[in-house]
C-alpha cells in the first residue's frame, strides 16, 4: 500500500469527522465518494461501516455500503458485513441496496432474491396449497419489495376467493415501508375484493 502523505492524512481526519458530525444529508452523502480514493485503509473502512449501520439517512447508509463494498472487496470481513445487511436491516432501501453490492462484488456469493420469473412460474406448474403458502411467505420476504408485490398481485388474481387472501394483503399493506409498493398492495387488495365474486359468477 502506497505511504500516505500528510495531506492525505489531515484530508482523511476531515472526511471521517464530516461523515460522522455533517448536519446535511445531502453533503454527507457525498463524503464516501471521496473516501474511496483514500484506498482500504482501516479507518476508512471503519467509518464506512459505522456510517453503513447508523447514519440517520438511508441515502447516506448505502452511499457508505456501496463505497465501502468498493474498497473492501474482495475482503471476506467485508462481504460478511454487507450481506448481514442484506439480511437484516431494518430498511427495505439498505437491504436491497446491500444485495445488490454483494451481487455486484462478490459475484460468487448466492442469490438472496428471488427473481420474479420462478414466482411467477411457481404460480403456473402448482395451484395447490404449496404454492399458496410460498406466496404468503414471499409476501412478507424482506428483501425485495418487487418480489413482495408481485405475491400480493398473484394472491389478488389466481387465490381471490380464499378467505385468507384479502386479510393477509391487507395486513402486509399496513405494515409496507415503501410508499410505491404499500399503494401496490393496496390495489391488489382491491383486485382480490373485486375479483372475488366475479370469479365465483364464472366459475
Do not use: K
Amino acid at each position: 500500500m502506497r505511504g500516505i502523505a500528510r495531506e492525505d492524512l489531515d484530508a482523511r481526519s476531515f472526511l471521517i469527522d464530516s461523515l460522522r458530525s455533517q448536519a446535511n444529508p445531502a453533503l454527507r452523502q457525498t463524503v464516501p465518494d471521496h473516501l474511496a480514493y483514500l484506498d482500504a485503509e482501516p479507518q476508512v473502512l471503519q467509518a464506512l461501516r459505522r456510517s453503513a449501520v447508523s447514519d440517520p439517512d438511508d441515502r447516506c447508509r448505502v452511499a457508505s455500503l456501496v463505497r465501502l463494498s468498493q474498497i473492501g472487496s474482495p475482503s471476506d470481513s467485508v462481504r460478511s458485513f454487507i450481506a448481514t445487511l442484506a439480511d437484516d436491516d431494518p430498511s427495505d432501501v439498505v437491504r436491497t441496496a446491500a444485495q445488490r453490492c454483494l451481487e455486484s462484488f462478490w459475484p460468487t456469493t448466492p442469490a438472496r432474491v428471488r427473481p420474479l420469473a420462478a414466482l411467477r412460474r411457481r404460480v403456473l406448474e402448482d395451484t395447490s396449497e404449496s404454492c399458496f403458502e410460498y406466496l404468503l411467505e414471499e409476501l412478507h420476504q424482506p428483501l425485495d419489495p418487487d418480489v413482495r408485490v408481485a405475491a400480493a398481485q398473484l394472491l389478488a388474481t389466481c387465490w381471490a376467493t380464499d378467505r385468507r387472501t384479502v386479510p393477509a394483503l391487507t395486513e402486509r399493506a399496513g405494515v409496507e415501508e415503501d410508499p410505491d409498493s404499500r399503494a401496490r398492495i393496496e390495489a391488489a387488495v382491491t383486485t382480490a375484493t373485486v375479483y372475488a365474486p366475479v370469479h365465483d359468477l364464472l366459475f
